[in-house]
């Protein structure tokens, strides 16, 4: 356990859904990232929030959003639902600059 | 635009048979490197961090050594539990910006 949790674990849905996965961050982390790692394109960086704001936006789609609660806990929402949003969404918290980051285990989303 | 270049993307191996990993990087503003081990279907797990040209680090069969523009993943007679695939990521930016930029990978496959 990396003690970064994300649920739910598994999630399928039909085109044009709306889904929202949940990342809660190791105790005392900060800062929270998402990535999707999808089969051909490898790990891509999605968006931080680090203490509630948002830092960085990397290539996120107008259709996700993110946003980081006052407990620090974290919900990724995916909207109009497309078969290629289909992949591993991953949540990992850092402590701070200069710290690596520690995943979750995922949320795999099949959309069918 | 900062970049990350993972070479090969998949090795086989015989147990026993030692050989090593390729990162090359393009950063501006290099914080740090890490190498990263994930098992299909499961989020990446930390193994290292280096921060500077010259610096080394050894956990059990694995040995990450650094240059100013590659690092290297040495794997010392691997096991069929070395199997998995070894991601490289580099840190780069200042402030609160914190983003980690993922290589695609290499595959590794030790056989008995």
């Known amino acids: 356990d990396s003690g970064v949790t994300q649920t739910p674990k598994h999630l399928i849905t039909a085109t044009g859904q709306r889904v929202t996965l949940r990342c809660s961050p190791r105790?005392?982390?900060?800062?929270v990232y998402w990535y999707q790692q999808s089969l051909d394109q490898g790990l891509q960086f999605l968006i931080q929030?680090?203490?509630?704001?948002?830092?960085a936006k990397g290539n996120i789609l107008e259709r996700f959003s993110a946003q980081q609660f006052p407990d620090l806990h974290s919900e990724l929402n995916l909207s109009s639902l497309e078969l290629g949003d289909s992949a591993l969404y991953f949540c990992?918290?850092?402590?701070?600059?200069?710290?690596?980051?520690?995943f979750g285990s995922g949320t795999r989303l099949t959309v069918v | 635009e900062d970049q990350v270049t993972q070479s090969p993307e998949a090795l086989r191996l015989q147990e026993g048979e030692s050989s090593s990993l390729n990162c090359s990087y393009t950063?501006?503003?290099?914080?740090?490197l890490f190498w990263y081990r994930q098992d299909p279907g499961k989020g990446p797990e930390f193994l290292f961090t280096?921060?500077?040209a010259g610096e080394e680090k050894e956990k059990e069969r694995l040995k990450a050594t650094l240059t100013k523009k590659e690092s290297f993943l040495h794997i010392t007679a691997p096991k069929p539990e070395d199997s998995a695939t070894y991601l490289c990521?580099?840190?780069?930016?200042?402030?609160?910006?914190?983003?980690?930029?993922f290589g695609a990978g290499t595959r590794l496959a030790v056989h008995p």
């Open positions: 990992a918290s850092s402590a701070g600059q200069n710290y690596g980051y520690t």
């Open positions: 105790s005392g982390d900060l800062s």
């Open positions: 929030y680090y203490n509630g704001e948002e830092r």
């Open positions: 950063v501006s503003g290099l914080r740090g």
């Open positions: 280096l921060y500077s």
């Open positions: 990521a580099v840190q780069a930016g200042s402030g609160g910006y914190n983003k980690l930029i």
